[in-house]
């Protein structure tokens, strides 16, 4: 679907696949096809898609369509039962409301942690009567689209069918199934259950095939078709079911292990050994994966648990004026907004679809912490605030100036059901953590069993790189031995013309090694401002010189960005893939949206005058049908021209590109993968990628360079148990030690610190073996001339203690825990120092943009924005938590550590790879604010602060206030005082 490919689908690519049915076109089917029609039944070679369990029913006569084979799921079947029971009473669109089903002490009891998913349907007996009921819903209405489509004689079927036979077939169907199930509410409280349902593809695809019977057997008994099984949709639905991929997807608690080949040098048996341990990684990570996502999810659920949900005894509604202006318990977590408006909604940058929101009653916005690019679920609200289940998501795309309004890119369109919902109602928005993300779970899996089906089969282009990981060190000998790969730098490129920078040996090394094409896996070991982007740019110039097609992926939307600000200098052809509201701005024009409308614009306005013309003759010809009808006809026609115009377009784009760029994530996006496979794929930051996802962009070329630290931070993953497993070690970590580090290299000079503050990282954090160059080991903030020198401006390391000498904390320097419940911790004092020491720096002619503030707490970050707000001239300071400000810089560097407790509690403090990224973002001066009594109960702090003492300066800080020559023009802040 085209249209929604450029309207959507790659911008919210889980659910913006097919359009969800209009609501008068399911009310229309639902009705055609409600068991109020007499006799259903169903035809008797329904698709074969689980043999082992088909039963043939005898057909029926003549004219009523023969019955249809009972699916595995008994659990499914006796719900339909139910279904069928509920629909006769009210037809599917006379008013029942799904989500009013009211699940049984047995159902509210089944938890997501227990379900076990394999490739057996879930039935009534796993999900309860009242999920199955939601699936049902949801799946109907897709297959009266799929139906309907076909009676009109849509092409849209016939691209809705090559996605469902496509190579991603299992994920193309989960994926297209999203959207239709996420119009109908949810069960309240089985939110979770419902999400892990829809994403278990041999559940959804069983409630499909039967939907789809249903409403083709309606429309045979309406005589709209003549035989059901003469449809598109009947053969679409055959042939999806006798194919290899959904036969595996049914199977995939056992899948059977294809024939290995020997294409790399060793002999079969090895080859063999290697595809076991691909099997046993694939079990294991599988598993991990599904113990994370089910926490993941169990989470979600409590956050959803803890939301009022709309009753209909609620209090009498409150005035709005003081839910704006005091809010309620969400926000004053400041990450709801309440009582909006929708005002107007419009297609934005890349066919976005942007939807105004103003706070009734002309009132501002409350203090909020969403941001452009934060994702939210957008619902119905009572006027107390209290939220309606069904929920649409998108993302916050940027504020209103006048303060009332917030724009979000809301992935429903119009004529969904929920979106029209909005209007003429009171909405709130409440952020949702990037969480329970069901399209990233589904590409992680699809990798790994990508990995395990396809890794050492002769044909796949990544065949080297899979028998480097998973091969063992006799396997690299024998494979260079047989000429299959070549771990030397004996394949010296041509450096000429010189590189950008000139590179030291270790950059060289990597150089050579990166560019070597007949080794099929390269690891980039860079501590700290090693200068990985800059290398990694001068890396991927020279492949496309030497004739390589590139992949760049990094785990964040920031970090590839970062890559694509690195490389329009360059002059290659590079395309960014994504979704345009996580990408920034400055590289928009690279983004395929931005491209694609390019291209399009001329084509797109001839259209539109093609279309005006056409609507004027319609109107003077409404009196004659047979040529109104041919108009129309017309119409459409320029429909599907504009589809295929697009379709084109983003194919030629893509496969043009010398460079394509996504996140690791977004590398499994159909567009990317149906645009050929690449020589060369890189992965920027991959010590923060979990290994699953650095699958998904690996399988896609034929070798690879992983670049990234393992010391600093690493994957996020919320389940111990799924830590312990191993899901939180980069692939990255586990290479690097492979083959006796046969297959890395490291950098070893750094190019951004003043050496006081890299001899730390160094000696805790790389043994002592980054060097610092000589053209930055002595910089200071006062060797800029506009920088006045001081004691603060000449010291590259200071620690701001807020413990006295005596012992006793400075007033308000005490850590608290952030009552809106986050689990963040703040501290007044803290923000407080902090805010004075940036006016202190930029009183010195420090610039505000060569300061960045960073606290591990992002309660405290909250603080802090909230603190320096108050001075217009601060704006440009950066500050965000230090996770975010992974693989960035900055002149100066102040860190606020938050914690002071008598307990001598450093929660995630102690992480050494997040104080080493914390430090480490420093160019020339690094403050730390902190309670030192708390900070060195951890004896890794403990020798940061010794380590501070010896090469910098520390000052007690004590109240006081500003010394009055701030020279900015803002009120003097009653702050202490540095003494
Ligand atoms: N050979 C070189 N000569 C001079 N400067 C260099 C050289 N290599 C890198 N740099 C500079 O060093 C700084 C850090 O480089 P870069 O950001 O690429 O490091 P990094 O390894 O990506 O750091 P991090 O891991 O902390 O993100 C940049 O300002 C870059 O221009």
Redesign the pocket.
């Known amino acids: 679907m085209p249209l929604d490919i450029l309207s959507g689908k790659f911008l919210f690519s889980s659910c913006a696949a097919a359009k969800p049915p209009s609501k008068k076109m399911i009310t229309l089917l639902a009705a055609g096809a409600s068991p109020s029609t007499p006799p259903r039944s169903r035809p008797s070679n329904p698709p074969s898609l689980r043999p082992r369990r088909v039963r043939e029913v005898p057909s029926s006569p003549t004219n009523q369509a023969p019955r249809p084979a009972v699916s595995s799921a008994s659990g499914t079947a006796k719900t339909r039962g139910r279904r069928r029971r509920v629909e006769g009473e009210q037809g599917v669109g006379g008013g029942q409301r799904w989500g009013e089903c009211v699940p049984s002490t047995e159902e509210a009891s089944i938890r997501v942690g227990t379900l076990y998913q394999n490739g057996d349907p879930l039935g009534r007996k796993e999900l309860g009567r009242c999920v199955v009921e939601w699936l049902v819903q949801g799946m109907r209405s897709m297959a009266c689209k799929l139906a309907a489509a076909e009676l009109e004689g849509d092409l849209a079927a016939a691209a809705l069918a090559l996605e469902l036979g496509s190579e991603e077939g299992r994920l193309g169907f989960v994926i297209q199934a999203q959207p239709y199930l996420s119009a109908m509410p949810m069960p309240q409280g089985l939110e979770a259950l419902c999400l892990k349902a829809c994403t278990h593809y041999p559940t959804l695809f069983d409630h499909f095939q039967r939907e789809l019977c249903d409403v083709l057997l309606s429309y045979q008994n309406q005589g709209l078709i003549s035989d059901c099984r003469a449809t598109q949709s009947w053969r679409i639905l055959n042939e999806m079911a006798n194919s290899s991929q959904h036969r595996a997807a049914v199977r995939m608690t056992s899948p059977r292990p294809r024939v290995v080949h020997s294409r790399i040098g060793v002999s079969l048996k090895k080859v063999s050994l290697m595809q076991g341990r691909i099997e046993e990684f694939v079990r294991h990570m599988s598993d991990l994966l599904r113990i994370e996502r089910d926490v993941e999810l169990e989470f979600m659920q409590e956050e959803l648990n803890a939301t009022p949900m709309l009753h209909d005894d609620s209090d009498p509604p409150k005035p709005v004026e003081y839910l704006v202006s005091h809010g309620q318990a969400q926000q004053e977590q400041c990450d709801t907004i309440c009582n909006l408006n929708v005002i107007s909604s419009s297609t934005g940058l890349g066919g976005l679809h942007l939807v105004l929101f103003r706070v009734e009653g002309g009132h501002k916005l409350p203090p909020t912490t969403l941001s452009p690019g934060d994702m939210v679920c957008v619902r119905t609200c009572n006027s107390r605030g209290e939220g309606a289940t069904s929920c649409k998501q998108g993302f916050v795309y940027n504020f209103g100036e006048d303060g009332c309004s917030i724009t979000v890119a809301l992935e429903s369109r119009h004529g969904d059901a929920t979106f029209s919902r909005l209007f003429g109602r009171s909405v709130r928005i409440d952020r949702i953590q990037g969480l329970a993300d069901a399209l990233t779970y589904e590409r992680n899996l699809e990798a790994l069993m990508l990995l395990q089906r396809n890794g050492l089969q002769k044909d796949n282009v990544s065949i080297g790189v899979v028998a480097t990981l998973f091969g063992d060190s006799k396997d690299m000998v024998k494979m260079a031995k047989n000429n299959q790969t070549d771990w030397d730098e004996s394949n010296e490129p041509d450096l000429s013309p010189p590189?950008r920078?000139?590179?030291?040996a270790s950059?060289l090394r990597a150089l050579k090694l990166g560019l070597n094409k007949t080794r099929p896996v390269l690891i980039i070991q860079?501590?700290?401002?090693?200068?990985?982007?800059?290398?990694?740019?001068e890396l991927i110039v020279r492949a496309v010189k030497q004739g390589e097609r590139v992949l760049v992926t990094a785990p964040s939307n920031a970090a590839v960005d970062n890559m694509v600000e690195?490389l329009p200098r360059t002059g290659l052809n590079i395309v960014r893939v994504g979704n345009p509201v996580r990408i920034s701005p400055f590289v928009a024009s690279k983004s395929l949206g931005e491209i694609v409308n390019g291209k399009l614009r001329q084509f797109r306005k001839e259209l539109e005058r093609k279309r005006t013309d056409l609507r004027k003759d319609l109107r003077q010809c409404i009196e004659d049908d047979s040529l109104a009808a041919g108009i129309r006809q017309l119409l459409k026609q320029l429909g599907r021209d504009l589809e295929n115009k697009e379709k084109e377009t983003i194919r030629e784009v893509l496969s043009d590109a010398q460079v394509v760029l996504s996140t690791n994530t977004g590398a499994a996006d159909p567009l990317i993968r149906r645009s050929g496979c690449f020589d060369l794929v890189i992965i920027?930051?991959a010590g923060q990628a979990i290994e699953p996802a650095c699958w998904i962009p690996i399988l896609q070329g034929k070798r690879c360079i992983l670049?990234?630290?393992h010391c600093?931070l690493a994957p996020v993953i919320l389940s111990r148990k799924a830590l312990d497993g191993g899901l939180g070690k980069s692939l990255l970590e586990r290479a690097s030690s492979l083959h006796d580090g046969l297959l890395t290299t490291r950098?070893t000079?750094?190019?951004?610190m003043h050496d006081s503050i890299a001899m730390w990282a160094s000696k805790e954090m790389y043994h002592g073996l980054l060097e610092s160059?000589r053209?930055?080991a002595s910089h200071l903030l006062a060797d800029s001339p506009v920088v006045k020198a001081t004691w603060i401006t000449r010291c590259p390391l200071l620690l701001l203690d807020t413990r006295m000498p005596s012992g006793g904390l400075n007033i308000g320097c005490k850590e608290h825990l952030d009552p809106a419940g986050t689990g963040s911790f703040y501290n007044e004092g803290e923000a407080d120092i902090v805010t004075q020491q940036v006016l202190n720096l930029v009183h010195c002619g420090v610039s505000p943009t060569a300061i960045a503030v960073q606290s591990p707490y992002i309660a405290q970050v909250q603080l802090l924005r909230e603190k320096l707000e108050g001075y217009p001239g601060l704006s440009a300071v950066e500050i965000s938590t230090i996770d975010s400000f992974?693989?960035?810089?900055a002149d100066a560097v102040i860190i606020s550590m938050v914690r002071s407790n008598p307990l001598g509690a450093v929660g995630f403090l102690g992480d050494s790879r997040r104080i080493n990224?914390a430090i480490?973002?420093a160019?020339k001066h690094v403050t730390l604010v902190c309670d030192t009594s708390t900070i060195c109960h951890s004896t890794f702090l403990a020798r940061l602060l010794r380590h501070i003492r010896r090469y910098g300066q520390v000052k007690h800080v004590a109240p006081g206030s500003l010394d009055g020559v701030s020279g900015l023009g803002f009120s003097q802040p009653t702050l202490p005082s540095i003494g």
Do not use: I, N
């Open positions: 590189a920078c000139a590179f030291d950059q860079g501590p700290p401002g090693t200068g990985k982007t800059v290398l990694l740019t690195s920027d930051e670049a990234g630290d600093q950098l000079v750094q190019y951004r160059s053209s930055v992974q693989g960035r810089e990224v480490t973002r160019r």
